[in-house]
């Protein structure tokens, strides 16, 4: 199972942004294994915003990560795009920028690229994107990510 989650959140320091938005979208307290775009033929992708106890903490949690960090006063937007071919194989594409526009319109052409790329129809796209609005004296982050399965000890 991919679960595709997201979240925004600000602080006075960008990794402070980055780890709050992480808590929005439930998935702070893993260690996360950054992947390439690439779905895994038959996997069920769920849309669910926040995602659900993927286990201990500390394990390691594959994901595709669209993310944007902004200075102060500039806001975030972080975007996931997408499609899947016949046998459910597909490709994820994701973009972070400071305007919710044009991640929309990087989404559209990347996926399209992609699945060019890949052979595959891209009639069904998918998207998400989600925007933190710009704080005078916070950073802020947009997170979207698709995560892949339970998570795994390291250890």
Excluded at 51 to 60: E, K, Q
Excluded at 105 to 134: Q, Y
Aim: hydrophobic content about 40%; glycine content about 10%.
């Amino acid at each position: 199972m991919i679960r595709v989650v997201w979240g925004t959140g600000s602080a006075h320091t960008a990794k402070g942004s980055f780890d709050r938005a992480l808590a929005a979208a439930g998935i702070h307290q893993y260690n996360l294994r950054e992947l390439s775009s690439v779905v895994p033929a038959g996997a069920d992708i769920e849309v669910v915003g926040t995602a659900p106890d993927l286990g201990p903490t500390g394990n390691a949690l594959d994901a595709v990560i669209a993310r944007q960090t902004s200075p102060p006063g500039t806001r975030a937007s972080a975007g996931l795009a997408w499609a899947r071919d016949d046998d459910g194989s597909g490709i994820f594409y994701e973009v972070g920028d400071h305007d919710p526009e044009s991640v929309a319109e990087l989404l559209r052409s990347g996926i399209e690229t992609g699945c060019a790329i890949r052979e595959i129809d891209h009639a069904d796209v998918e998207t998400k994107v989600t925007t933190a609005g710009a704080e005078p004296d916070r950073y802020a982050t947009a997170v979207v990510v698709a995560t892949y399965g339970e998570s795994e000890p390291l250890l």
